[in-house]
C-alpha cells in the first residue's frame, strides 16, 4: 500500500518548477528596474557631453568674434593713422613765397636796395596758408574735386574734418563740466576747433576764393549753409563752454569839457 501523505517523484519536480517560475517572475521587475536606472544614467551622460560640446562651440564662437572685432579695430586704427598722416601733410604746406617774402624784408633791410614788392602782412600769409591748405584738401579728396565744383556742403565737410586737430575742449551736456567756463578737473569730452578759429578761417578762404578768380555769387564760403553751421558752432560752444560770444557794445566817449586854468575865472 501506498500512502497517501508521500507525494510522487513527478509530483514533486512540478512543485519544484512552479517554485522556480514564481521566483523568475519576482526577479523579473527588478531586472527591468536596473536596465532601467542604467539607461537614465546612460542618457545623463549623452546630455552632459552634448552640453559640453555645445558650451565648447559657443566658446570657440566668441573667441572668433572677439578676434574679429579685434581685427577691425586695428584696420581702423591703421586707416585713421594713415588719414592724420595725410592732413598732417595738408597742414604742413608752407607759404610758395615765402622765400620772396624773406628777400623782400631783407631788401628793406638794406638801405641800399630798392623796395620794389611790400611784404606780405601776417593776415595775407595766413590767408595764403589756409588757401593752399584747402586746396590740398580738395586734392586729396575722393573723388578729388575742382574749385568750380566745390559746394558749401564740401566746405562743411572741410570744417567738420579740421574737428579732430582742435584745442578747444566742448563738453557734452552730460557732462558735469557743461557750461563752465573753467572746469576744476579734466573730463572725457572731445575737442574741437573753436568758434572763432573757425569763423575766421571761413572770412579768409572767403576773400582767398574770390581774389583768385572766383564768383562773389558762388561763393562755396558764403554759403547759407556754412552761416548756418557756424551760427550753431557758436550757440553751442557758448554754452557748452559757459561763454558768451556777443559782441560788446563799445561805451560812447563822453564829450570833452574844457577845464580852464585855475585863476582864470576869477
Not at 21 to 32: K, L, V
Not at 88 to 95: F, N, Q, S
Not at 218 to 229: K, M
Request: net charge positive; with cysteine.
Amino acid at each position: 500500500m501506498v500512502e497517501m501523505g508521500v507525494p510522487e517523484p513527478e509530483e514533486a519536480e512540478e512543485s519544484v518548477q512552479v517554485e522556480v517560475s514564481g521566483a523568475d517572475r519576482i526577479a523579473e521587475p527588478e531586472q527591468q528596474m536596473g536596465n532601467h536606472s542604467e539607461q537614465e544614467e546612460t542618457d545623463a551622460a549623452v546630455r552632459q557631453k552634448e552640453a559640453v560640446r555645445q558650451k565648447e562651440a559657443v566658446r570657440q564662437k566668441e573667441a572668433v568674434r572677439q578676434l574679429e572685432a579685434v581685427r577691425q579695430k586695428e584696420a581702423v586704427r591703421q586707416k585713421e593713422a594713415v588719414r592724420q598722416r595725410k592732413l598732417h601733410a595738408v597742414m604742413d604746406v608752407e607759404c610758395p613765397n615765402s622765400d620772396s617774402i624773406s628777400n623782400n624784408n631783407d631788401n628793406n633791410n638794406n638801405p641800399n636796395s630798392s623796395s620794389s614788392a611790400a611784404t606780405l602782412s601776417r593776415y595775407e600769409n595766413q590767408k595764403r596758408r589756409d588757401w593752399n591748405t584747402f586746396g590740398q584738401y580738395l586734392k586729396n579728396h575722393r573723388p578729388p574735386l575742382s574749385l568750380s565744383r566745390c559746394s558749401g556742403a564740401h566746405v562743411l565737410e572741410f570744417l567738420r574734418y579740421l574737428d579732430q586737430f582742435g584745442k578747444t575742449k566742448v563738453h557734452n551736456p552730460i557732462c558735469p563740466f557743461f557750461g563752465h567756463p573753467v572746469p576744476p578737473a579734466p573730463c572725457p569730452c572731445p575737442l574741437r576747433q573753436a568758434w572763432g578759429s573757425l569763423d575766421a578761417l571761413v572770412g579768409r578762404l572767403r576773400a582767398a576764393y574770390e581774389e583768385n578768380g572766383g564768383k562773389p555769387e558762388t561763393n562755396p564760403f558764403g554759403a547759407r549753409a556754412v552761416r548756418l553751421y557756424l551760427r550753431e558752432v557758436r550757440d553751442m560752444q557758448s554754452k557748452a563752454r559757459g561763454v558768451s560770444y556777443e559782441k560788446k557794445k563799445r561805451k560812447r566817449p563822453l564829450p570833452h569839457t574844457a577845464v580852464p586854468p585855475p585863476g582864470e575865472g576869477l
